[in-house]
């Protein structure tokens, strides 16, 4: 072997050998010189992908505050849990953990796994206003509960809580359908934005810019760092919206109506002549703060399946055969077209009732009213003068000019969706509906009355009475800002309004205004019924006041009240709530309340304590 | 003491001391991980290696070769014990390379098998008069590492195997053997390689035939490399249907990390990751939160040298490869200067060892080699490779002294 290992082959070798490893020692730095100096500003990105997870931070909404600045809808701190995790099985066992403590947790686990599948390098919500016990339960076990997120934000806060549910709406996570259509700008998983009412129609206004912070974690996805105390960007709280609403009425409503009438169904809507909205309410409600806490499937679930439907605003989306107030619709009609004047009598007679081709249409009042003129028909409702006005009228006439006030569309309320009134257009409507032979114009006879094709929403009919009791223009219902639209003149002379208004108020005055001997409070409404051919029938009540000088006009209709002077008492307790604000002296005077005779009970009959003065139940 | 080579020392003396800095850091980490408080027991491994090196700095090349053959049959013996009774762990925890008595793990003897078939490799080559120059007189060493280089494969470790032909190649290098004659003895190799495309596979048997002819080997040899090779183009699908999937994805991982990032290309893409964010100057001594958030698989052992390039940076690497290249061209002046060929054989072998650690391991961070479970010498955390190096190391020690002590001049 010395042949081999002479000094001078050794050291060829041992060259050679060097050359070997200054190569491979060249390609492992090149290799390192290529990932750690060419490629470094990608490997760097990749680190802080793997490590960084980017945290929202809430934007505190803008408050809703009423006509006075007293809010509607605040910002409270609360406690948001929020979990990290590297894949859904360690979300559900760390979710099964979490449960131990705070049992709820179960309640939302598929929910937490489905905002995580949305967005897996974010952590998921799993109560967006958990309770401080719930928060001191976790953090006494944070060792046991990587990947636990607990931070404070602000949390929507109505303090009126399901007085004010139909009307603010209620605040939730956005949802993937909302993303996808981009109904909400700006908003990502996990935003919370406004889904219904106030909250929904003015989200962008007062939904804000939700800010962002970064937090470490570690290779499980567990928080190792928060380094929210520096966000990279800070949240821009939005901006609050001043509304027309008296928070007052609103809250007094709504104590008024669960006090005296608990589980009727219906709803109330008061707005002053010119359109501002003074109170809506819709019964039953929900509490809205159950949404902020990111409302669990199952009561979710609960709220739809509800057979009195909490969820559903009666006051802008039930639409409802109005009945008598409509009558006024058919005198304003007559008067606008000139087809008569208050002094007018039609040629027949009351008698009962009315025979049109071979049916005999009735009046409520059997006996019959006698040959009345246009005030007398309009204050004892009489259904056979009107019967003949409509027909004088002509239906054509009468389906136009309705029309032309917007008696058939939304109102333009500024609450999010509105259910349009349903009036025919045309004549076209009833060739389409049942053929050109299909119908006759005793069709004319049930509109001129408020029944047959004819569903009024609540906001819809109050409307019209604002018009009477203002400047005779159909004004545009608003909450916050001024109208869109702009107010439909009926086309009626000061002289026209005020006779209606004088009609509305001939009746039988017994006792109280006399007695008073200084000021009293009239109240001048028209009751209603609502045919239900489902049930009991439906009251309304829509009424101005003052009578002489209206400030205020309430509209409300209560399921199942039979008739409308049920409703008429409380319609009184609410605006004697704002009068005392707005006219203390008034709301202290005796009521009068003229409520048209119709086919029930006259304002003496109403229950005597319904009227003895607004209720107090706070 | 005047004896020891100085430049050695120091040499593996700031080796030593960088790695265990490192395995202090990759224990370093904001989540508890199975480095937390390894540099511990790092410090008494390496002394127990300091310890086991001191031992091996006595024993004089007469008794090493002596010894060989019983040290190599030892190790033979324990590698197919382990096949009967080992257990597996850490990164590698369905391979069988642990020696376990009762649940402790005493040991891993493929690096005992490692120094012995240096051992034997430099016996029987130091015993040749002329350097092999045929594959017939390569089937005896071939076989002295082959046979350990099975029983690993068997356990599976494809790592630990791959350092046995590292072995082989550099102690028949060093023993003469012509590059040629060794690149036929690698063909077969390159073949199984190669044979995953059958296009560059087939030009290889082409540049084969080509060299076969050029080379002018035995006609009979030729053949049967011709042979082997094409064979290999076969048997390379079925030993690849052999392997355990695993193994399959880490080889499919090596060529594309991005063909599963979560599991198996999860460690080769989040080394590189660590290495590439380090940067010219790393992110700080302590500060890599690809180690501290626990990112990197396995830091404080085969993914050391991720822990260098992500908080040292380029500089912070380049020392480190310095510090071994430095310490490979001492050794290979070591083994040139050696008294006796065994001796010189011996340690051009360790070299052939270490490097291949280094080389595979550092290359696997990289993803220019692919990743199997091997430490990296005086870095890794782990007792029995350290007490290989020790050994190892003591041995390289002695064989200077004793040229030095014969007053080599150059």
Redesign the interface.
């Given at each position: 072997?010395?042949?081999?290992?002479t000094k001078f082959?050794?050291?060829e070798?041992?060259n050679?050998?060097?050359i070997v490893?200054?190569l491979?020692?060249g390609?492992?730095?090149v290799?390192?010189?290529r990932?750690?100096?060419l490629?470094?500003d990608?490997?760097?990105r990749?680190?802080?992908k793997?490590?960084l997870r980017r945290l929202t931070l809430a934007s505190p909404r803008g408050t809703i505050l009423d006509r006075h600045g007293i809010p509607i809808a605040e910002n409270a701190p609360g406690f948001t849990v929020k979990v990290l995790a590297s894949s859904p099985d360690s979300l559900r066992a760390l979710l099964k953990r979490m449960a131990r403590y705070v049992p709820e947790t179960a309640d939302v686990e598929d929910e937490v796994v489905r905002r995580y599948l949305a967005a897996r390098f974010q952590p998921a919500l799993v109560f967006a206003n958990a309770s401080l016990a719930a928060v001191a339960a976790l953090e006494e076990h944070r060792y046991l509960l990587p990947g636990l997120v607990i931070r404070t934000e602000p949390r929507r806060l109505y303090i009126a809580g399901k007085a004010v549910a139909h009307l603010v709406g209620y605040v939730t996570e956005v949802s993937d359908a909302d993303l996808e259509k981009g109904r909400y700008p700006g908003a990502r998983p996990g935003t919370l934005v406004g889904k219904d009412g106030l909250e929904a129609t003015y989200d962008s206004v007062v939904r804000g810019i939700e800010g962002e912070s970064f937090i470490?974690?570690?290779?499980?996805g567990?928080m190792?760092?928060d380094e929210s105390a520096s966000p990279s960007l800070k949240p821009v709280a939005g901006e609050p919206i001043r509304t027309t609403i008296d928070l007052d009425l609103q809250t007094f409503i709504d104590s008024m109506w669960t006090a005296a009438r608990p589980g009727t169904r219906g709803a109330m809507v008061a707005m002053r002549p010119n359109g501002e909205l003074l109170a809506l309410y819709s019964a039953p409600a929900f509490d809205p703060n159950e949404f902020i806490s990111g409302i669990t499937g199952r009561r979710w679930n609960e709220l739809n399946a509800d057979e009195a439907k909490p969820l559903f605003n009666r006051a802008t989306r039930g639409a409802f055969p109005p009945g008598s107030p409509f009558k006024l619709v058919t005198a304003a009609i007559g008067l606008r077209r000139g087809v008569v004047d208050f002094s007018s009598h039609m040629p027949q007679s009351c008698g009962g009732g009315f025979r049109f081709g071979n049916r005999v249409f009735h009046c409520w009042k059997r006996t019959g009213h006698g040959s009345l003129d246009l005030t007398d028909a309009i204050a004892q409702s009489c259904n056979v003068y009107f019967y003949q006005l409509g027909l004088k009228i002509g239906l054509p006439n009468l389906l136009a000019q309705a029309t032309e006030w917007g008696l058939g569309e939304e109102t333009g309320l500024d609450l999010g969706f509105e259910r349009s009134s349903l009036f025919p257009p045309s004549t076209a409507y009833y060739d389409r509906q049942y053929g050109p032979r299909g119908w006759s114009n005793a069709a004319t006879l049930n509109l001129s009355i408020g029944q047959g094709e004819n569903e009024q929403t609540l906001v819809s009919l109050t409307r019209f009475y604002a018009a009477l009791a203002g400047d005779g223009s159909m004004p545009v219902p608003h909450i916050v800002r001024e109208p869109k639209g702009t107010p439909r003149p009926l086309g009626l002379s000061q002289e026209q309004l005020a006779g209606l208004r004088a009609a509305m108020q001939k009746v039988v005055d017994r006792g109280t205004a006399a007695a008073s001997g200084g000021r009293d409070l009239k109240v001048a409404g028209k009751t209603g019924t609502a045919q239900n051919p489902h049930g009991d029938d439906h009251g309304w009540f829509v009424a101005f006041a003052p009578a002489d000088k209206p400030t205020i006009v309430v509209g409300s209709i209560m399921e199942f009240a039979k008739h409308g002077s049920g409703v008429a008492p409380y319609v009184v307790r609410a605006i004697r709530r704002y009068l005392e604000r707005t006219d203390p002296e008034l709301a202290k005077a005796p009521v009068t309340v003229i409520t048209q005779q119709d086919s029930a009970t006259t304002a003496s009959e109403l229950p005597a304590d319904s009227l003895s003065g607004p209720v107090r139940p706070r | 003491m005047t004896r020891l080579d100085r430049g050695l020392v120091l040499t593996v003396l700031l080796l030593g001391g960088y790695g265990l800095a490192m395995v202090y850091s990759a224990g370093t980490t904001?989540?508890v991980t199975s480095g937390t408080g390894a540099w511990v027991r790092q410090v008494v491994w390496i002394v127990l290696a300091a310890l086991t090196g001191a031992v091996a700095y006595r024993a004089s090349s007469r008794i090493l070769e002596w010894a060989a053959p019983w040290i190599y049959g030892l190790g033979l013996f324990l590698l197919l014990l382990t096949l009967v009774i080992g257990t597996g762990a850490g990164t590698a925890a369905g391979t069988k390379s642990w020696l376990a008595i009762g649940g402790v793990r005493l040991g891993q003897p493929v690096e005992l098998a490692k120094l012995a078939t240096i051992l034997l490799l430099a016996r029987y080559?130091?015993?040749?008069?002329?350097?092999p120059e045929t594959l017939r007189e390569l089937v005896k060493p071939g076989l002295i590492a082959g046979v350990p280089f099975l029983l690993v494969m068997a356990q599976p470790d494809l790592g630990s195997a791959i350092v046995f032909v590292g072995i082989l190649f550099a102690t028949l290098?060093?023993?003469?053997v012509k590059?040629s004659l060794l690149l036929l003895l690698a063909s077969p190799l390159i073949s199984l390689i190669l044979a995953v495309d059958t296009a560059w596979w087939g030009a290889w048997i082409l540049v084969l035939t080509g060299l076969l002819l050029l080379w002018r080997t035995y006609l009979s040899e030729g053949v049967f490399i011709w042979v082997v090779n094409s064979a290999m183009g076969v048997l390379a699908i079925v030993l690849w249907n052999r392997l355990k999937p695993y193994q399959q994805r880490r080889l499919v991982s090596f060529v594309n990390p991005e063909a599963d990032p979560v599991k198996s290309g999860y460690q080769a893409i989040?080394s590189?990751?660590?290495?590439?964010?380090?940067?010219?100057f790393g992110n700080g001594y302590l500060d890599g939160?690809?180690k501290?958030?626990?990112?990197l698989p396995e830091q404080p052992t085969d993914f050391i040298f991720s822990v260098v390039?992500e908080e040292l940076?380029?500089i912070g690497?380049?020392i480190a490869?310095a510090l071994?290249?430095a310490l490979?061209?001492r050794m290979?002046?070591v083994?040139?200067r050696a008294t006796n060929?065994f001796s010189?054989l011996m340690v051009?072998g360790i070299?052939g060892l270490l490097?291949t650690h280094v080389?595979e391991n550092?290359?696997m961070t990289?993803?220019?080699m692919p990743i199997t479970g091997i430490p990296l010498p005086f870095f890794s955390y782990g007792g029995s490779f350290l007490l290989a190096c020790g050994l190892a190391m003591g041995l390289v020690f002695r064989v200077a002294a004793d040229s030095r002590l014969a007053g080599y001049a150059d």
């Open positions: 072997m010395s042949v081999a290992f082959r050794l050291r070798r041992a050679a050998a060097t490893l200054l491979a020692f390609f492992l730095l290799a390192f010189f990932a750690q100096i490629e470094a990608s490997y760097r990749q680190s802080e793997n490590r470490e974690v570690d290779a499980r567990r190792v760092r | 904001d989540v080559c130091s015993g040749l008069r002329q350097p290098f060093w023993a003469g590059p989040q590189k990751v660590a290495i590439g964010s380090g940067g010219w939160p690809q501290r958030l626990a990112f390039g940076g380029f690497v380049s490869l071994f290249l490979f061209i290979i002046d083994a040139r060929t010189s051009f070299i490097f080389f550092v290359g990289i993803n220019v």
